[in-house]
């Protein structure tokens, strides 16, 4: 089994930064992916980017947080970060971390996922 834990949620203003951490702790994924994910209230989960989670390191991200976030991992920590930078209102949500076999922008192919940890930005 995996558990997935996130954790560096909180409020900020519009244009600052701010570093969420997902630990990882359990069966070993080492052909895996770890992703963000994130719900507003009544909307429904986006993707906010991914990565492999072992070896040769490839990442996606969703357009809406291209060169304002960046996901890194630090696999002897079993922990993956995101990175988020010039905070928009519009990025506020629950932010959630998965694992899955492979990186994709769709949630329903993950197979894993933490609690989530609420990021708000306000304007």
């Known amino acids: 089994q995996v558990q997935l834990v996130e954790s560096g949620g909180g409020v900020v203003q519009a244009g600052e930064s701010l570093r969420l951490s997902c630990t990882l702790s359990?069966?070993?994924?080492?052909?895996?992916?770890m992703g963000w994910f994130r719900q507003a209230p009544g909307k429904e989960r986006e993707f906010v980017g991914s990565?492999?989670?072992?070896?040769?390191?490839?990442?996606m991200y969703a357009d809406s947080v291209k060169g304002r976030f960046t996901i890194t991992r630090d696999y002897i920590k079993s922990e993956m970060y995101l990175h988020m930078g010039s905070l928009k209102a519009e990025d506020t949500g629950l932010y959630l971390c998965?694992?899955?076999?492979?990186?994709?922008?769709?949630?329903?192919?993950?197979?894993?996922w933490g609690q989530g940890t609420q990021v708000t930005v306000s304007p």
């Open positions: 359990g069966r070993a994924l080492s052909r895996h992916a």
């Open positions: 998965a694992a899955g076999r492979k990186q994709s922008n769709s949630p329903t192919t993950w197979q894993y």
């Open positions: 990565i492999t989670w072992a070896g040769l390191t490839s990442t």
